[in-house]
């Protein structure tokens, strides 16, 4: 059939087929259930029967009005605080390793590696590191003479719980930053460099008026990706804690599909997304437009 067309028509077939299909799967899988999502939000449905109530405004009402959904955001903060330093050793590490480094290429890899593991299997490693009684840290701590920190429960206490969990996303996302930084520091052209030691730069001054400007976006982009999973995280607390002690680990999105699935409260659910998706886009308007700002 093809062959009678003319190899113009056939061109434009193509491209319209490669144009069209990822279309309609985009609308599929991700626009039309994001706008099921928002009309959801505005109806009381236990997520079985065929009837949905319209209510209206009223699930956001209960969302803002209920403090116990919304306290949840400040467990979050310890996600977002954890990111930064994470970021701070991911830059760190993708600079020593952009060095002509012995073995650097083994180090990436080293590095890199937790990233590659399952979620979930991470989270069950470090519920015997944390262990209380048996867990390694606990024995390392005992072994290095503190006594006192050798008796602490890291997930069974309100105040240290959230930064625990938090400590756990370092170890296993800090390689995939590092992993960005080292792209964008490969990509600025040595030239730079060996032009700043003619004229006698420090390593602090080549590192500040070369190294940062360049990589600007990068850093930009991620701090885009830490806050974004900073305020969606969920597995580590589900698996680890789930949400205790005495909801002190709870996070938004945890709270989201409890009301989903335990209590089949879809409308509410759908809302409480809805409202997480427009905090989120806040979030990161802000991040942007004072990066935006410094940057111009």
């Known amino acids: 059939m093809f062959n009678n067309l003319s190899f113009h028509t056939q061109k434009r077939i193509v491209l319209i087929s490669f144009i069209t299909i990822p279309l309609v799967l985009l609308f599929a899988f991700a626009y039309y259930p994001a706008l099921e999502l928002f009309r959801l939000s505005f109806m009381k449905w236990n997520g079985v029967s065929a009837h949905k109530e319209w209510i209206g405004f009223g699930n956001y009402i209960e969302v803002f009005s209920d403090p116990s959904i919304f ?25 020593l390793l952009n060095t002509k480094l012995r073995g650097r290429n083994g180090f990436r890899l080293l590095l890199f590696l937790p990233y590659i593991l399952n979620g979930v299997a991470v989270a069950y490693l470090f ?23 050798s008796q602490t429960s890291w997930l069974g206490a309100k105040e240290y719980v959230n930064y625990t969990l938090a400590s756990v996303g370092l170890w296993r996302f800090m390689g995939f930053n ?19 030691s003619i004229d006698g730069a420090s390593g602090w001054q080549k590192f500040t008026r070369i190294t940062l400007p360049n990589i600007y976006k990068i850093i930009e982009l991620n701090l885009f990706l830490t806050v974004t999973g ?23 999105v945890m709270k989201i599909i ?5 209590f ?33």
Do not use: C, W
């Not at 409890?258 to 335990?262: P, V």
């Open 178 to 196: 590092m992993v960005i930084y080292l792209g964008a520091l490969q990509s600025i052209p040595s030239d730079l460099y060996e032009a700043a």
């Open 71 to 95: 306290s949840v955001f400040k467990h979050n903060f310890a996600y977002f605080a954890v990111g930064i330093v994470q970021n701070i050793l991911a830059l760190f590490f993708a600079v």
């Open 230 to 252: 900073a305020l969606e995280v969920f597995d580590l607390p589900f698996v680890l804690t789930k949400g205790g002690p005495g909801h002190a680990s709870e996070t938004f």
């Open 258 to 262: 409890e009301t989903a699935f335990r």
């Open 127 to 149: 519920g015997y590191v944390f262990d209380t009684t048996n867990g390694s840290l606990n024995y390392i701590l005992g072994e290095l003479g503190f006594d006192k920190l």
């Open 264 to 296: 089949n409260n879809y409308g509410l659910a759908s809302a409480m997304s809805v409202v997480l998706l427009v905090f989120v886009v806040l979030v990161l308007s802000i991040q942007r437009y004072f990066l935006t700002r410094k940057d111009d």
